[in-house]
């Protein structure tokens, strides 16, 4: 049973325009959320994360918004440059259990090519 | 800052063998995670320690084990090796391991079972 879905593998964008990728969550007691980046031959990096007391957390260019109700959130790049080409993992934290802050749950994973 | 190092880098072995991998954290990250990956589940957790505790596990066969020593280093371990263990293994480490903490990635342990 998949807990966290990105439904889009992969999403391509031109340079200097917005990129949206999206993730799903079926498990309500996830309480943080956080986006990570990947390189072919990297372990991911992290890039921002989210609260669930929040809606939305911005970094530079980089933002994410919260829809609890909708069990939904998505990762905004403005403006999209060709070094973010990269696999974007979403990954969710908690649900419930006391060893459940501990592991994080992740999508399948997003592949983003920005095209110059 | 040195990151988190993983050892080796890529390892062939035979089905029925047993294969031990290495994680070194970050200094004074008290924290490991353990994930698998494949190109069909993506990241999965195996599990995590926090000062040689084992604290959560995934959902994988005994075969799989881990354990942590007092220096914060991690070693796991599958048993019995079997065609689809075949996948990237990659460790994370944090300070404290809770989710508001970052993890920072090795570059993972390439494991091929043939």
């Known amino acids: 049973d998949q807990q966290v879905k990105q439904n889009s593998p992969s999403l391509s964008v031109q340079e200097g325009r917005i990129s949206i990728l999206n993730c799903d969550y079926t498990n309500s007691m996830f309480d943080y959320f956080l986006w990570y980046k990947k390189y072919p031959a990297e372990g991911p990096t992290f890039l921002i994360s989210i609260s669930s007391i929040k809606d939305k957390n911005e970094d530079g260019r980089f933002t994410v918004f919260l829809n609890k109700s909708a069990k939904h959130l998505s990762l905004h790049i403005v403006p999209s440059q060709p070094g973010d080409s990269a696999v974007y993992f979403c990954a969710a934290s908690g649900g419930g259990s006391g060893g459940s802050n501990y592991k994080l749950t992740f999508g399948k994973g997003t592949l983003l090519t920005v095209n110059p | 800052k040195a990151g988190v190092t993983q050892t080796p880098r890529y390892l062939i072995k035979t089905r029925g063998q047993q294969v031990t991998l290495s994680c070194s954290p970050i200094s004074g990250h008290r924290s490991v995670s353990w994930y698998q990956q494949t190109p069909g589940q993506g990241l999965q957790f195996l599990f995590e320690?926090?000062?040689?505790?084992?604290?959560n596990k995934g959902n994988f066969p005994g075969r799989f084990s881990g354990r942590q020593f007092s220096n914060s280093r991690s070693e796991m371990n599958v048993s019995t090796l079997e065609l689809g263990d075949s996948a990237l293994y990659l460790c994370?480490?944090?300070?404290?391991?809770?989710?508001?903490?970052?993890?920072?990635f090795g570059q993972g342990t390439r494991l091929t079972v043939v």
């Open positions: 994370a480490s944090s300070f404290t391991g809770g989710p508001d903490t970052e993890a920072f």
């Open positions: 320690y926090f000062s040689e505790t084992q604290r």
